[in-house]
């Protein structure tokens, strides 16, 4: 399958090790002096090392890959000890990834853990700060240099792929999903589309894991009260796929919704 997993950049790479740390999956060695991705297996793709890296030879490319497997993943981190198990969930749960943090504190309890002190909320260094869940409060402010068009965006990550479904600025929410392109063929995004909502972008055509954003949608739903839904989309026949995956997502998380679509044409009009 397709999918997103690390990739190290030899001519970069010092072999200093800082990345270890920050891979508590088991997936970098180091290997004759330079990191070293050992199994697709025990890659998530979520890059949680690419910080860790002083030289920036850690990358994340799409390519063809074994699937991630959560079981072969914690035979490494139960032998790891402890700390790498919290580690480990913590990483899984900041990213959102619920599926597979669930695969974990079902596989600790199978082998006798206590599952509430490994779950227990700690601050950890793991993962990378921009996947952090933040709401955002836009003010009423007059932007400081004149011309300058004040930011509708209420809350961080946006893209689907890091979005953490359990964030509780999806509580009571208006929700905006936006195709990639859209912002960019259609000016007025913010004022027409963005002011008020919480939104979460992708690619229906070009990103590679779409069953995990099913997935990722369905926990939304499933966790929090949503007020409303729109989707704004481009008018190229791919992009009909962004529909097709929140009735997916809500038909997997039982709901039914009245759902909003907006179309924008290449040449940035609403259709």
Known sequence: ??????????????????CI??????????????????SDLFCDG????LGTCPEGAIEVEEREAEPYNEAIVMENI???????????????????????????????????????DLTKEETMACGCPGTHARKIEQGENTPEHSGDVQSQLRQWPVQLTLLNPAAEYFENADLLISADCVPYAFGDFHRRFLKGKVVITFCPKLDADLERYIDKLSQIFTLHRINSVTIVRMEVPCCGGTEILLQRALERAGKMHFVKVNVISVDGKII
């Open 21 to 38: 740390p920050g891979c508590p999956e088991g997936a970098l060695q180091i290997i004759d002096g330079k990191a070293r991705l050992v």
């Open 46 to 49: 979520l890059g949680a090392c």
């Open 78 to 116: 139960i032998a790891a000890g402890e700390n790498t198990i919290k580690a480990h969930l913590h990483h899984l749960k900041s990213h959102g990834e619920m599926t597979y943090y669930n695969q974990a504190v079902a596989i600790l309890k199978e082998q006798g853990f206590d599952i509430d």
């Open 1 to 18: 399958m397709k999918r997103q997993i690390i990739k190290i950049v030899e001519e970069k790479c010092t072999g200093c090790a800082a």
